[in-house]
């Protein structure tokens, strides 16, 4: 059985990143993530990941730029692999359709946030990136 491949948009700003906080499952309700999702069959990780950000976010294809990957993969389980890109915001404004809320974080508030567990082994990556932006 193939891996299903979750995708993760590191979306950065301004020197500041993107965070969105789950709404569930119960386990994870309340801890924050970068916003994302499955890749459907036949569809590439980049057009996976700008569908997921029209899904929960509100924002157009057109909106968003995925680039580069962020980080190593991370294993979900047995039979998932979560992988993370860059991603620039062309215009629009992301709204939590599927969250209970977004917010803006800069490289020094990185380790104040209550991060989901998968997303935590990326912190060293974005502190990263969102340093070579600002």
């Given at each position: 059985m193939p891996t299903q491949i979750v995708v993760a948009a590191a979306v950065i700003r301004r020197g500041r990143l993107l965070v969105a906080q789950r709404a569930r499952p119960p386990e994870l309700a309340g801890r924050w993530e970068l916003p994302g999702g499955k890749v459907a069959p036949g569809e590439t990780e980049p057009a996976a990941l700008a569908?997921?950000?029209?899904?929960?976010?509100?924002?157009?294809?057109?909106?968003?730029?995925?680039?580069?990957?962020?980080?190593?993969?991370?294993?979900?389980?047995?039979?998932?692999?979560?992988?993370?890109?860059?991603?620039?915001?062309?215009?629009?404004?992301?709204?939590?359709?599927?969250?209970?809320?977004?917010?803006?974080?800069?490289?020094a508030e990185l380790g104040d946030v209550d991060w989901v567990p998968a997303d935590r082994g990326w912190l060293t990556d974005l502190r990263r990136a969102l340093e070579a932006t600002s």
């Open positions: 569908r997921e950000l029209s899904e929960e976010l509100g924002l157009s294809v057109g909106d968003v730029s995925v680039g580069e990957r962020l980080g190593a993969d991370v294993a979900l389980n047995a039979g998932m692999t979560l992988r993370a890109y860059r991603v620039g915001l062309r215009r629009g404004e992301p709204h939590a359709h599927d969250h209970r809320a977004l917010r803006w974080v800069t490289a």
